[in-house]
């Protein structure tokens, strides 16, 4: 690659080329993951569709590894690369809501936060995810799941139509009714087939939220574990809740007496008033020992999908694992109670994520996504602030894993993924999807431009 290539590249951009020696390039290649240290060799910071085709067509054209970064929050940094392009979309933040249809206009750089705070305005939300900084696009494009799932479905379910830039350079329009096969492929199968610059997504009325977290201390976890599994199944799907293993953060507001201490929560929102969550929520309650505390109350739904963004901020250490999982007997709870109580750190998690009401209703080969008949999804996230605890958070990461695994599926949700998992694993995760991901890959990006990312390698002619 020639310097005066380069600097026509530079001079074809509306956006800005940053190279290492340039003041801003450390700032512009951190990722989410403190854990992830890349130098790319080229960071095209892209504010419209013609600085994408023109990034695409230096990639291709000087053969090299090309990486798409939306919210920059993927575990493996696989919004970046070592020695490649990066084509970093974050500056293209626009948001347009349709109050008559209730959709909403998504521009790539987006953060779920982003989009929440533009459509409450017009009483509307699409399902994302619990932490409003994470980027849209690789969460859209990899499933999405998040506090109105059960009710609405997969951030995918709503996704109505993308623009995309492929790797040869075309702009296409993919939809139910065209491309239509593409399409299909981007709902689950990640960053593989080109460059989203645009989503429209169908939002619901959603507005005031009762909703918050529920903290026991560990000694009740077995009962509280059996307990919600037993109930979620039978809870209106206007309720969106997730149980996890935590430590109660040692800080203000939390109660003194608990801080620091391994803790069973409970963290949801109910769409619906106050009255209603409260008679919703009366089963669970009654069946277990009294919370350490109880913070449900009615909140805006951007403030609860912002609840965590304090404890996790940009530049921590992760390191995630994940499964799908179709049921939790309770040889299975027992053992990650086991695990959860060597967490290395005050951060360390695992949560399970619901996979059922509407999920369920959407057949298993109509998206890419296929565990339609899981009941979770589950995370176990090794995260702490001090580089030096990496090992560690890998160490117990990975215990915890091999340990519970065996009770679960096979594969789990990409976006939960390092990228060192066992061979098989991404075709465990598309299960009888996969070899039709690979043909639209072999269609659409024959020569695997797009394969930073959970690669799907094209299928041989
Ligand atoms: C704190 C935290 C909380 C999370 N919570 C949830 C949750 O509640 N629910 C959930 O479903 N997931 C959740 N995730 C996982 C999240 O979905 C993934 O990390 C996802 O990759 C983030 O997308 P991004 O755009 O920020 O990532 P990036 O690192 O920017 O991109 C990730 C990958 O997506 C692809 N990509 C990005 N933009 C584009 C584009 N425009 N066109 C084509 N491909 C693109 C690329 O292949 C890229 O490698 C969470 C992650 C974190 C760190």
């Given at each position: 690659?020639?310097?005066?290539?380069?600097?026509?590249?530079?001079?074809s951009?509306r956006g800005?080329?940053?190279r290492?020696t340039?003041?801003?390039?450390?700032d512009?290649?951190?990722?989410y993951?403190?854990?992830?240290?890349?130098r790319?060799?080229l960071?095209?910071r892209?504010v419209?569709v013609?600085?994408?085709?023109?990034?695409v067509?230096f990639?291709?054209?000087?053969g090299?590894?090309?990486?798409?970064?939306?919210?920059?929050?993927?575990?493996p940094g696989?919004?970046?690369?070592?020695?490649?392009l990066v084509?970093?979309?974050?500056?293209?933040?626009?948001?347009?809501?349709d109050?008559?249809?209730q959709?909403?206009?998504?521009?790539?750089g987006?953060t779920?936060?982003?989009?929440?705070?533009?459509?409450h305005?017009?009483?509307?939300a699409?399902?994302?995810?619990?932490v409003?900084t994470?980027?849209?696009a690789?969460?859209?494009?990899?499933?999405?799941?998040?506090y109105?799932?059960r009710?609405h479905?997969?951030?995918i379910?709503?996704?109505?139509?993308?623009?995309v830039?492929?790797?040869d350079?075309?702009?296409?329009?993919?939809?139910?009714?065209?491309?239509?096969?593409?399409?299909?492929?981007?709902?689950?199968?990640?960053?593989?087939?080109?460059?989203?610059?645009?989503f429209?997504f169908?939002?619901?009325?959603?507005?005031?939220?009762?909703?918050g977290p529920?903290?026991?201390?560990?000694t009740?976890?077995p009962?509280?574990?059996?307990?919600?599994r037993?109930?979620?199944?039978?809870?209106p799907?206007?309720?969106?809740?997730f149980?996890?293993?935590?430590?109660?953060?040692?800080?203000?507001?939390?109660?003194?007496e608990?801080?620091?201490?391994?803790?069973?929560?409970v963290?949801g929102?109910?769409n619906?008033s106050?009255?209603e969550g409260e008679?919703v929520?009366?089963?669970?309650?009654k069946?277990?020992?009294?919370p350490?505390?109880?913070?449900?109350?009615?909140?805006?739904?951007?403030?609860?999908?912002g609840?965590?963004?304090?404890?996790f901020p940009?530049?921590?250490?992760?390191?995630w694992?994940?499964?799908?999982?179709?049921?939790?007997?309770?040889?299975?709870?027992e053992t990650?109670i086991?695990?959860?109580a060597?967490?290395?750190?005050?951060l360390s998690?695992?949560?399970?994520?619901?996979?059922?009401?509407?999920?369920?209703?959407?057949?298993?080969?109509?998206?890419?996504?296929?565990?339609?008949?899981?009941?979770f999804?589950m995370?176990?996230?090794?995260?702490?602030?001090?580089p030096?605890?990496a090992?560690?958070?890998?160490?117990?990461?990975?215990?915890?894993?091999?340990a519970?695994?065996?009770?679960?599926?096979?594969?789990?949700?990409?976006?939960?993924?390092?990228?060192?998992?066992?061979?098989?694993?991404l075709?465990?995760?598309?299960?009888?999807n996969?070899?039709?991901?690979?043909?639209?890959k072999a269609?659409?990006?024959?020569?695997?431009?797009?394969?930073?990312?959970?690669?799907?390698?094209?299928?041989?002619?």
């Open positions: 690659m020639s310097d005066q290539a380069t600097d026509t590249f530079a001079r951009l800005k080329l940053i290492p340039d003041s801003d390039y450390e512009a290649r951190a990722l993951n403190g854990m992830i240290d890349k790319p060799r960071i095209a892209c419209n013609a600085d994408v085709i023109a990034a067509a990639a291709r054209e000087e090299m590894l090309l990486a798409i970064r939306g919210g920059g929050h993927n575990g696989l919004g970046s690369v070592d020695d490649g084509i970093d979309l974050s500056l293209m933040k626009s948001v347009r809501v109050p008559r249809t959709t909403v206009r998504v521009d790539p987006c779920s936060g982003d989009v929440d705070h533009a459509t305005a017009f009483g509307l699409v399902p994302f995810g619990i409003s994470t980027g849209v690789g969460l859209t494009l990899g499933g999405g799941t998040g109105l799932t009710q479905g997969l951030t379910d709503n996704l109505l139509e993308v623009d830039v492929l790797a350079g075309r702009f296409v329009t993919a939809s139910e009714t065209e491309h239509p096969d593409l399409f299909w492929a981007l709902r689950g199968g990640g960053g593989n087939f080109g460059v989203v610059t645009s429209k169908q939002a619901h009325p959603v507005k005031m939220v009762f909703a529920i903290f026991w201390e560990a009740d976890a009962s509280v574990m059996r307990t919600y037993d109930f979620l199944p039978n809870a799907e206007e309720l969106g809740m149980i996890g293993l935590k430590t109660v953060p040692p800080m203000d507001p939390f109660p003194r608990h801080w620091g201490k391994r803790a069973c929560a963290i929102a109910y619906g106050a009255a008679k929520l009366a089963p669970l309650l069946e277990v020992p009294p350490a505390f109880n913070w449900m109350s009615t909140i805006p739904f951007p403030a609860m999908n609840l965590f963004d304090p404890f940009k530049g921590l250490q992760w390191y694992k994940g499964d799908y999982v179709k049921s939790l007997p309770d040889e299975a709870i990650h086991a695990q959860a060597n967490a290395p750190s005050n998690l695992m949560h399970l994520y619901p996979i059922d009401g509407a999920v369920h209703r959407v057949a298993k080969d109509a998206t890419a996504w296929n565990a339609r008949d899981a009941t999804s995370v176990i996230a090794g995260i702490d602030s001090d030096n605890q090992d560690a958070l890998k160490r117990w990461g990975r215990g915890y894993w091999n519970v695994h065996p009770f679960n599926l096979g594969g789990a949700y990409v976006n939960f993924m390092m990228d060192d998992e066992a061979d098989g694993r075709q465990a995760s598309y299960g009888d996969f070899g039709r991901l690979a043909l639209v269609q659409y990006d024959p020569t695997n431009l797009f394969r930073v990312n959970q690669n799907i390698e094209p299928a041989l002619a």
